[in-house]
């Protein structure tokens, strides 16, 4: 059968070569998937979830940032970067987007993805650690934190040293979005905040409810 020239550079048409793109995007996806969930055998407490979170979530985490507005968008926990492409991908070329992941071979991933965005930080520790990246950066507060910490499962030491520097850190004006499976800990961010929006997104596995604090008065 001859070849189709279709396509000068490949030899395949254009219809093909489409097919194959969504081949490769489709297998970038298991690929992160598997990175995910051998992570949650290793690390389950830390990682919290067998699989990233669905693009669905992704979209609802940022629905309520100013993106005209906001000039630092601090990201905790963000895993393969699902939350990071939506934010990046809306952000105002000068707003100063950082990461913090404590996973090490995640941050690798994030690298690949991500490293060569200009006003992006991608920084290996813990979200404990948040006012030493904003100070490094000459950043008095965040204007959003947007997290993926998995709050539930995390030593209870560990959380309540996260949301005090969070509440520290973030402009009285703020917004903390994260997302949690359950809402047994809602009682326990508003501890810190004095109000909470809340969101259910059902495409996601599981279903997650997305809670966006603010108030820190
Ligand atoms: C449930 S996963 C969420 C990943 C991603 N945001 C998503 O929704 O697909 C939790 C992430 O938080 C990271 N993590 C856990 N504790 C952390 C900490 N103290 N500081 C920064 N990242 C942390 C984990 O390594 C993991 O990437």
Not at 23 to 42: A, R, S, W
Not at 106 to 126: D, P, Q, V, W
Not at 130 to 158: C, M, R, T, W
Not at 188 to 209: H, T
């Amino acid at each position: 059968m001859p070849l189709s020239f279709d396509c000068p550079l490949v030899g395949i048409s254009p219809r093909s070569l489409d097919c194959l793109i969504k081949i490769i995007i489709k297998c970038g996806d298991f690929v992160k998937n598997l990175l995910f969930l051998i992570q949650y055998i290793l690390k389950p407490r830390t990682t919290g979830a067998v699989l990233p979170s669905s693009k669905y979530l992704a979209r609802k985490m940022v629905a309520g940032i100013d993106f005209s507005a906001a000039r630092c968008i601090v990201e905790y926990g963000p895993g393969t970067g699902v939350f990071t492409e939506e934010i990046l991908s809306a952000r105002s070329a000068d707003t100063l987007v950082i990461l913090i992941e404590r996973n090490a071979d995640f941050c690798k991933t994030l690298e690949k993805r991500f490293g060569g965005y200009a006003n992006l930080k991608i920084i290996n520790y813990s979200a404990e650690r948040i006012g030493a990246y904003l100070q490094e950066n000459g950043i008095e507060h965040a204007d959003y934190i947007v997290s993926g910490l998995p709050f539930a499962s995390l030593p209870k030491v560990a959380s309540q040293n996260i949301l005090a520097q969070t509440k520290k850190h973030l402009s009285p004006s703020g917004k903390f979005i994260t997302f949690q499976y359950t809402l047994l800990t809602k009682k326990f961010f508003l501890g810190y905040f004095g109000d909470i929006e809340i969101k259910y997104e059902i495409r996601n596995i599981p279903p997650a409810f997305v809670l966006a604090l603010t108030d820190l008065s």
